[in-house]
């Protein structure tokens, strides 16, 4: 009895993890896309992984931001890694930054952009009939485009203040050649999130904030 | 025997489930992940030159070392005649000062007055008039709300602010804290809220204030003085 029943058993067992196997074969996937990196941080720090193997868990000190810090601004870039067999969406949604004061740090003081879209590791999906597209206004090194405003503050063409709810940042088609089930050192595609702070008369504190980049089906474009 | 059946039936589907999940785990995807920051904003206080030195009423002398706006302050001034051969009523400096903050501050001066003279005649503290000036919050960025409390009797020349002692006959500066001798410690002279909005440092605004000094020309014994001054903004 016990042999018919595990005769039974074994192919279902194979079929459910075969099952389990192609559902998620179809999954999408987010993960560390390189080490992050920090320039012109004052006491600042960039913490996580540089494998792309390893999840997406980042954490950003950009340190002294006050007029202590003489530099021009601090960059943080964190490349992010994507990886799916259909088409894909990324959105982020930012919490945690409340200041009521309003000299002090915001969500418009720290930019935010998208930038250097890139095969990971050399391999992925080849589409010829749609391209990622970074959604507007993030396509930009805010770096490069800082500026300083009326009221004298350093304004950004992209923001965490462009964030409302879960915004839409990338979409594109299929990211990954081959229907592998676990994550790969290449196929897929890797882009940098930049973020930047320029130091200012900030009225004095810490702040911080918490950024959560998300994968799922995105609009049905051909490959 | 339909026992036997029920209980390999539950342990076949937590087996099922248990396999299930660990194949979907074993693929280690995610479809989210996280990036938590952080940044720190200290209080932030500073001087600087508020640009060029103002000497007036002086007999020989000059600004030996003149201030550069937006510089650090490292002022030096040559006061001249300071006897009855100066027939000027006074001899007077205006320093101008910037001061930039990103939290209320605190202006407090230290003085130290050192003659070669050896008489109750010879220059001292009590006869270095001092004040600062009218306050000027302009320019953008620079915050205009709330007041600045001038902790001294402004310009020390001004006729409230000094007269002849009846009885000694010597010009004394009688405001409050309108001489160096009220500044033999750290004290504060000017005190106010936030300068600087939410701009970076490039940005050139702050706060600025002439500084006073003066000297009324007397029967001083001759001899050379020597008058040290420094001043130290803080954010309590």
Do not use: W
Request: proline content about 5%; charged content about 10%; hydrophobic content about 40%.
């Amino acid at each position: 009895m016990r042999l018919r029943h595990f005769t039974f058993l074994l192919p279902t067992v194979l079929i459910f993890i075969a099952a389990a196997q192609t559902i998620s074969a179809q999954s999408l996937d987010i993960s560390s896309g390189g080490q992050p990196t920090i320039t012109g941080a004052v006491n600042g720090s960039v913490t996580g992984s540089a494998s792309v193997l390893n999840d997406l868990v980042v954490t950003v000190d950009f340190g002294e931001v006050s007029p202590l810090n003489t530099n021009t601004i601090v960059k943080v870039v964190v490349p992010i890694a994507l990886r799916s067999n259909q088409p894909y969406q990324v959105s982020v949604s930012v919490s945690g930054l409340n200041n009521g004061n309003v000299q002090a740090l915001q969500a418009s003081d720290i930019g935010f952009g998208l930038q250097n879209i890139r095969k990971l590791g050399g391999a992925g999906q080849d589409c010829t009939q749609s391209t990622h597209i970074i959604r507007s206004p993030f396509a930009n090194d805010p770096a490069l485009n800082a500026a300083i405003g009326g009221n004298g503050r350093v304004t950004y063409a992209s923001s965490l203040a462009n964030i409302s709810g879960s915004t839409i940042i990338l979409s594109g088609p299929v990211l990954s050649k081959n229907n592998s089930i676990k994550r790969q050192q290449s196929d897929g595609y890797v882009f940098d999130a930049v973020f930047t702070l320029t130091p200012q008369f900030f009225s004095a504190g810490v702040s911080s904030a918490t950024l959560v980049f998300s994968i799922s089906s995105g609009p049905n474009v051909p490959c | 025997m339909p026992r036997q059946t029920s209980s390999l039936t539950k342990k076949s589907i937590l087996l099922l489930t248990f396999l299930m999940i660990s194949a979907v785990t074993c693929l280690g995807q995610s479809t989210t992940g996280t990036v938590n920051m952080s940044a720190t904003v200290s209080k932030f206080v500073e001087i600087n030159s508020g640009g060029a030195v103002t000497l007036t009423g002086n007999s020989g002398g000059g600004v030996t070392t003149d201030g550069v706006a937006n510089s650090p302050l490292a002022v030096s001034i040559n006061l001249g005649e300071l006897g009855p051969g100066n027939t000027n009523n006074f001899v007077t400096a205006q320093v101008p000062l910037k001061l930039r903050s990103n939290a209320p501050y605190v202006l407090s001066m230290t003085a130290t007055v050192t003659n070669s003279g050896t008489t109750a005649s010879r220059i001292g503290a009590a006869d270095v008039g001092f004040g600062l000036g009218t306050v000027s919050r302009s320019g953008i960025g620079v915050n205009t709300t709330g007041a600045d409390t001038n902790a001294t009797s402004g310009d020390p020349t001004l006729a409230a602010n000094g007269s002849v002692n009846a009885t000694t006959g010597r010009f004394e500066f009688t405001g409050v804290r309108s001489n160096l001798n009220a500044f033999s410690s750290a004290t504060t002279a000017l005190s106010g809220p936030i300068i600087m909005n939410a701009v970076p440092r490039s940005n050139a605004n702050g706060l600025t204030v002439p500084a006073f000094f003066a000297v009324k020309p007397q029967f001083f014994e001759n001899g050379t003085t020597t008058i040290s001054v420094t001043f130290t903004v803080t954010a309590p």
